[in-house]
């Protein structure tokens, strides 16, 4: 699965939890996500250069802007997850391990490093790779 494939699969099934997918959707994912945070964070962070101390209201709409696209990418994230879990014959609930302080992120990171279950599980058909 390409970058783009990836990422269109994300936003199509964004409000999808069933059904399954690769490492490649994930992680292709994961970087989309990367790379659209750093690009609503720059003006931010010229914005706050640029400006004085009395003047920080200037940021506000920046501030909103970049919470809204974080919000909604957070949707997709979190789904993309919880298939990629299934893609391994686990229940999305293991979705919850980020709550576990430092062990929690570095096992779910194990989880999406792992390699699909071949051929079909309870969450359905393998998918493309």
Known sequence: MTFAESVQSVFSQS??????????????WILFVIIVQLVTILPIVMVAMLIQAQDVWALLPFLIAAGAIALFLWLGTITVTIRRLHDQGLSGWFFLLFLIPSLGGLIELIFMLQPSNPGSNAYGPQPLT
Do not use: C, I, L, N
Not at 20 to 25: D, G, H, L, T, V
């Open 15 to 28: 409000t999808k939890v069933a059904g399954r997918a690769p490492r490649s959707e994930y992680w292709y």
